[in-house]
């Protein structure tokens, strides 16, 4: 499974209304994050769970559902995060 499907398999439970998850890892080919076998993720998320949080709430909200990801298969990644109205 890509790392891109484990992202999308773990935000699964902040239940989307829509995600777009870029891989942009071969832009950043040579630099320290890659060479350790760390991707470079950009992604796009609207959910009803991050109504009422502020931008950093919602990145802990996301950092929390991909987990260990964050250690291991992601070394960066660019996030935004929206309500369904914004």
């Given amino acids: 499974m890509s ?12 239940q989307p209304l829509q995600l777009d998850i870029e891989d942009e890892s071969a832009l950043h080919a040579g630099h320290a994050g890659a060479a350790g076998g760390g ?11 991050f109504v009422g949080l502020n931008t950093v ?14 250690r291991t298969k992601i070394h960066a990644l660019s996030i935004d995060a929206r309500t369904p109205p914004e």
Avoid at 3 to 14: G, K
């Fill in 3 to 14: 790392t891109v499907d484990l992202i999308r398999q773990r935000l699964t439970e902040l």
């Fill in 39 to 49: 991707g470079h993720y950009r992604m796009h998320i609207v959910s009803a769970a």
């Fill in 57 to 70: 709430a919602r990145h802990r909200l996301i950092y929390a559902a991909l987990g260990e990801l964050m």
